[in-house]
């Protein structure tokens, strides 16, 4: 079975810097996503970015950037130029592309809390 | 907005009581889910719906929890029954099944239960 580790249960950043989460995850599977979700405080949980398994190049949405090493099966997540809306819990998802007759569903990490100080 | 939208989103009970969350997806997402979190946890997959079909249902999903779609549309999450362990956020998300963003779920603020 899949598992996701997210071993940062907190982390924090001042505005404008830089931080990276971690992310580990144990597969034997070779085609597979793997995601970032940002969960606000009492707001609902949205796609920050994606990666796909077989794409060696790491995948970029504006500040956020990942590091994808997919033979240390690592996936970080990188925030740059940080800002107070970025204040959130982070998690990070697994998501089989194997078909398997069934529903490939999303494995959750236990999540990382990023505060950031102005 | 046309989100996904959960309801409530806070419901308190007693243990013994049922309860029932109902999830309005985004319309033209064919696909639903249901997860739990817990308290410093990430969610869980409980169970998914394509169409108004339940395709799969973890096995946390013990005989006391139903969930229904009916006409493909909304769906319903009932507990029996509840016992204080069953606190927890209800996560209601959709996506689409097909497509260039398959995969990216969309999720709703989610119903808290407490179970007193």
């Known amino acids: 079975a899949q598992t996701v580790t997210q071993s940062q249960p907190e982390m924090s950043v001042q505005e404008a810097e830089t931080v990276t989460l971690s992310c580990t995850y144990d597969?034997?599977?070779?085609?597979?996503?793997l995601f970032w979700y940002k969960q606000p405080p009492s707001r609902q949980m949205i796609l920050v970015i994606r990666?796909?398994?077989?794409?060696?190049q790491n995948a970029t949405e504006n500040r956020f950037s990942v590091n994808f090493q997919k033979a240390a099966k690592s996936f970080s997540l990188k925030i740059s130029d940080s800002q107070l809306g970025d204040a959130a819990m982070y998690f990070c998802?697994?998501?089989?592309?194997?078909?398997?007759?069934?529903?490939?569903?999303?494995?959750f990490g236990a999540g990382t809390r990023l505060a950031v100080h102005p | 907005d046309t989100g996904v939208s959960q309801d409530p989103r806070h419901k308190i009970t007693k243990r013994g009581q049922n309860v029932t969350f109902r999830c309005d997806p985004i319309?033209?997402?064919?696909?639903l889910y249901w997860y739990r979190q817990t308290l410093g946890q990430g969610p869980e997959f409980l169970t998914y719906?394509?169409?108004?079909?339940?395709?799969?249902k973890s096995r946390l999903l013990s005989d006391r929890f139903s969930a229904e779609r009916p006409k493909g549309s909304f769906s319903t999450l009932e507990i029996q029954r509840t016992e204080q362990g069953d606190s927890a956020m209800y996560l209601c998300a959709s996506s689409l099944g097909r497509g260039p963003n398959t995969g990216e779920l969309f999720f709703g603020e989610g119903s808290r239960l407490t179970v007193l």
């Open positions: 998802a697994y998501r089989s592309n194997m078909f398997s007759g069934g529903y490939n569903k999303l494995i």
């Open positions: 990666q796909e398994a077989y794409k060696q």
């Open positions: 719906f394509q169409n108004e079909a339940q395709l799969e």
């Open positions: 597969t034997s599977e070779s085609d597979y996503y």
């Open positions: 319309s033209e997402h064919n696909r």
